[in-house]
């Protein structure tokens, strides 16, 4: 005979309400524990207790090593838009407006958004899975230990060094996508050079090119912040480590879309 | 007294993992603490060290720095040994300035030596063996001269020659420092060789007392059970 409390208990209901409340608690903290290693790391970069050392290899790591595939994936992104709209918008008449439309398109969104994607790939992943293997061989314990502070030593270089190098990775990655546009419409329709490269200077404004950057900046902050964050909670064994990566990645990508949703409405509504 | 540990309770999802213990450890005596595997031994150390928040109870310890060396030695895989060993001395912020880098070079050295493995500064630790390894964790843990060292399960994964290397250091670092020390450990080679006296965990409860030839001796059901490496007696593992 099962009391009524028990009942419940048992009931797919009340499980799946467990497993929603669980979630949601996992939500909560995660968010939690950013907000907080945010601040921290903010703390000590105002103090100036930055390891120049450390934060130039970390620069190197983020920008050298990420650069390959972030031209990439912006590059074939203005390829495969350009090839579609160019040839079509030539035809009905509106030639002139393909290179403003990559441009902004590229300078906007593509440039910004598809170098998060290819930076939380690369780097934050990696950053993760460096922290949480540090954290499951007691290597941030060891830290703890000798009175060294985990968040001088492992997040101060690594966010800023994507705040340092994140807009240089986009400017380089939405230059050569405005590139790779004008030499896809060059190759799919009659359009030359000049005439691209006429309508695109058109498109571009400085507000545009301003709220790139500041969204570069926060995309490479939040982007190395979460990495650290989430490796650096991370618990367990090799599981743990797996898991910490996934995590970090899939707040990666939401916050970055969440961002640009923020940048967007604030400033082109 | 060196470390000084009274009425210590923690809990772990509402389990009790260490009930009320309390002991001392005297400037240049070795602890040992044994027990099961899950007995609580480890949470002891990192309660000392303050890895852990203790839930009741008191940890005194004198003042000075506190050192620990880990289980799989916990040593920096990105960075060489000299910049293991002096890695406090560079990052810590009432250190960092203090030492010019030839200091820092002459200390390192000077550690290396004291571990018996000079010349391989600029090694990595993927490089090294797994003795080797700890043995450089001895000389990063000892560089601030620290006045408490904790071992975990230092001889935890080596070959019997290396765990005897390993307890000969142990001893030694306990000269050259007269620091007070708490090794956690199963093994009985290295409690009989290093500690002068042990405490035996059980159930988060200690359940003996005493010396390392007191265990041997001992009518103790538990320390029995210990020392005979028996399935039957009040220690039950979970299985």
Redesign the interface.
Known sequence: MITFRQYIRQSTTCKIFNAFYKQFVDFVATLGTIVYNGFATLKYICLG?I?LKELMDQCVRFGISSLPITLSIVGMTSIIVTSQVAAEMVKQGGGHFVGLLVSILIVREVGAVMSGFAIISMIGSSLASELAT?RV???I????????SPIR?LFVPRVLSGIIMMPILVVIASAFGVLTGALTTAMTTELSFKAYFDSAWLGIYMKDLSVCLLKSVVFGGTIALISCSCGYEASGGAKGVGLATNKAVVWSLVAIVIWDLIFSITFFF | MSIKVKNLTKIFDEKKVLDDISFEVADGETLAVVGFSGSGKSTVL?LI???LEKDEGEIITSEG????V???S????SLDVADNIS??LR???DLRNKYTEQELKEIVTQKLGLVGLSGIERKFPSELSGGMQKRVSFA?AIV?EPKTILYDEPTAGLDPISSTLIEDYIVRLQQETNAASIVVTHQMSTITRTANKLIMLYNGKIVFEGTPEELLRAENPYTKQFVTASLEGPMQMIS
């Open positions: 207790q390891n540090m061989t007691e290597q314990d060891a830290i703890t230990v000798l009175k060294v030593y | 990192k060290c303050g890895l720095d506190i050192a620990m880990f289980q799989y916990a040593l920096f895989d890695f406090a990052e810590r912020r990063r601030t």
